[in-house]
């Protein structure tokens, strides 16, 4: 079992940077491949960006490519994930994803989530 907490969500506006972190309850942190997720009212879980195990692998979803970055300190077990250049389409709430392979960016390959945060952005 891991455990997932994430933080750092909030309201900001358009143009600016929030960075969510997420910690991990076990210490062998670095055998899980990392991943946040987003989910806007009435709309699916949207992957956003991944992170393998070592952290030497990331990838970032079409829709935040070069604002998003994500990353992880597997000493801390945690992920942070950076947002910059914000627009009101990234409100949602965010999740983190733990999940047991080298590296994933499907929802259904994570096994385990945190409780989500929420980030809103106003226009």
């Known amino acids: 079992q891991v455990q997932l907490v994430e933080s750092g969500g909030g309201l900001v506006q358009a143009g600016d940077s929030l960075r969510l972190s997420c910690a991990a309850s076990?210490?062998?942190?670095?055998?899980?491949?990392m991943g946040w997720f987003r989910q806007a009212p009435g709309k699916e879980r949207e992957w956003v960006a991944a992170?393998?195990?070592?952290?030497?692998?990331?990838g970032d979803a079409d829709s935040v490519v070069g604002r998003y970055t994500i990353s992880r300190d597997n000493a801390k077990n945690t992920q942070d994930l950076q947002m910059n250049s914000m627009n009101p389409e990234d409100a949602a709430v965010y999740y983190c994803?733990?999940?047991?392979?080298?590296?994933?960016?499907?929802?259904?390959?994570?096994?385990?989530w945190g409780q989500g945060t929420q980030v809103t952005v106003s226009s």
């Open positions: 994803a733990a999940t047991g392979s080298y590296y994933a960016v499907r929802g259904n390959d994570y096994n385990y």
């Open positions: 076990r210490r062998t942190f670095n055998t899980y491949a």
């Open positions: 992170i393998s195990r070592s952290g030497g692998s990331n």
